[in-house]
């Protein structure tokens, strides 16, 4: 099971500015190991959107941006676009697993 | 340009084998870990397996530990998940996932493959 908690939805207008939070613990991002992020459209194969907590990968829009503080990071999403529309996970190491952790995903809607 | 493209998914019967491959092309395969992700039908992203750039380490999920077995061969470009023992809970896409960042096992995964789908029911 996942061991990162996102909100299971997130919803805004065209141009809003939304947020997702991503909450582990003391084994993972409390730990201080990264966060990184992903975007998966309908259909499609997740992507780096975000990595190192705060790094965007080429050609990832300024729009999106990442933060972190101590166990809790969050995704932002300025200028909200209907391309935006999908699902978007975090991604940390966990020392107790030995492993990589995803977070439980949340959905964006734009309204 | 990079590459990963899954193969080998199928429907296979409760307590059957079966082994899907992953071919890499468009970067320097041994120098980068590997790991395969899955995704049940309408659920989240599930890490399975990790394997290092030279096969020295390798980790597994608790539900398929003992289960599933990942290899690579650097010389033909190949990653591997030989699976025993499926069950139903198993059915998932699976995806291959580059790791990001040259000789680290364990960071982001910048490159993901489309999937190969695999169904375990009688």
């Known amino acids: 099971q996942s061991v990162l908690t996102q909100p299971p939805s997130v919803s805004g207008a065209p141009g809003q500015r939304v947020t997702i939070s991503c909450t582990g613990s003391?084994?993972?991002?409390?730990?201080?190991?990264?966060v990184h992020w992903y975007q998966q459209l309908p259909g499609t194969a997740p992507k780096l959107l975000i990595y190192?907590?705060?790094n965007r990968p080429s050609g990832v829009p300024d729009r999106f941006s990442g933060s972190k503080s101590g166990a809790s990071a969050s995704l932002a999403i300025t200028g909200l676009q209907a391309e935006d529309e999908a699902d978007y996970y975090c991604?940390?190491?966990?020392?107790?697993?030995?492993?990589?952790?995803f977070g439980t995903g949340t959905k964006v809607t734009v309204l | 340009e990079v590459q990963l493209v899954e193969s080998g998914g199928g429907l296979v019967q409760p307590g059957r084998s079966l082994r899907v491959s992953c071919a890499a092309s468009g970067f320097t395969f041994d120098d980068y870990a590997m790991h395969w992700v899955r995704q049940a039908p309408g659920k989240g992203l599930e890490w399975v397996s990790g394997i290092s750039w030279n096969s020295g380490t390798i980790d597994y999920a608790d539900s398929v530990k003992g289960r599933f077995t990942i290899s690579r061969d650097n010389a033909k470009n190949f990653l591997y998940l030989q699976m025993n023992s499926l069950r139903p809970e198993d059915t998932a896409l699976y995806y291959c996932?580059?790791?990001?960042?040259?000789?680290?096992?364990?960071?982001?995964?910048?490159?993901w493959g489309k999937g190969t789908t695999v169904t375990v029911s009688s």
């Open positions: 190192g907590n705060s």
């Open positions: 991604q940390s190491y966990d020392k107790s697993l030995s492993g990589s952790v």
């Open positions: 003391s084994s993972n991002t409390g730990a201080g190991y990264d």
């Open positions: 996932a580059k790791g990001g960042v040259i000789f680290r096992l364990y960071y982001y995964m910048d490159v």
